[in-house]
Each structure stands twice: as C-alpha cells, then as structure tokens.
C-alpha cells in the first residue's frame, strides 16, 4: 500500500525558511513524478511545484516567482519543498502527491493518484 508522509512544517515569521519533506513508502517509485499542493484557509487546492521522474525537469506555481526549490532522493523515495522568503499568503496545508510520469497533466491535482495527508505551514507577520 503506498504511503506519503510530510514532514517539517511548522510556525515561521515572514521571510523565514522551511524545508518540507515528503517520504514514499509501500512501491516502487522511480517512474512517478512528484509534486507539492497546498490548500489555505476557505481556498482550493493549490498547485506549487512539480518534479518530473529523473528530475530533470521542476515546474512551478506562477506564484513561487523563485522562492521555492523542488527536489528529490529517488534512492530514499524522498521529495523536499525549500521554501524561502515566507509570506503570510503562503500559510496552508501543504500535500505531497504522486502521478504516473509523463501522465495526466502537471498542476492539475486529479493526475495524481496518491496523496499525504499534508503537513501545516503558518507564517506571522
């Protein structure tokens, strides 16, 4: 059974930094591309980033303007969200999420089949 599980959200004040994590477990991953989500408060779910399989390739939310970085350990089935000069507008629940590679399209979050159950990300002003 596959399983996703963020890490390392938490309280930052605005122009902070947090480093998420996201760890796969329970298949066999290498060929999936994966991606980060967010939802806020009374909001959709939001796109943010997406790294394709080998990691050659990371696409973002028009809203990241440089701010956040994508990666992954495909060794350790890891995927990390770097997320640097905090807003108050970036606190949400942030989800990691998993798609076939090349499948479906990048930021819409119905190509994903399998989804962590989201790690919370406050920023103070």
């Known amino acids: 059974q596959v399983q996703l599980v963020e890490s390392g959200g938490g309280l930052v004040q605005t122009g902070g930094s947090l480093r998420l994590s996201c760890a796969a477990s329970?298949?066999?991953?290498?060929?999936?591309?994966m991606g980060w989500f967010r939802r806020a408060p009374g909001k959709e779910r939001e796109f943010v980033t997406r790294?394709?399989?080998?990691?050659?390739?990371?696409l973002y939310g028009d809203f990241v303007k440089g701010r956040f970085t994508i990666s992954r350990d495909g060794a350790k089935n890891l995927v990390y969200l770097q997320m640097d000069s905090l807003k108050p507008e970036d606190t949400a629940v942030y989800y990691c999420?998993?798609?076939?590679?090349?499948?479906?399209?990048?930021?819409?979050?119905?190509?994903?089949?399998?989804w962590g159950q989201g790690t919370q990300v406050t920023i103070f002003s």
């Open positions: 790294i394709n399989w080998d990691g050659t390739s990371r």
């Open positions: 329970g298949g066999t991953f290498e060929r999936y591309d």
């Open positions: 999420a998993l798609k076939p590679g090349g499948a479906g399209t990048y930021n819409d979050d119905r190509s994903y089949n399998y």
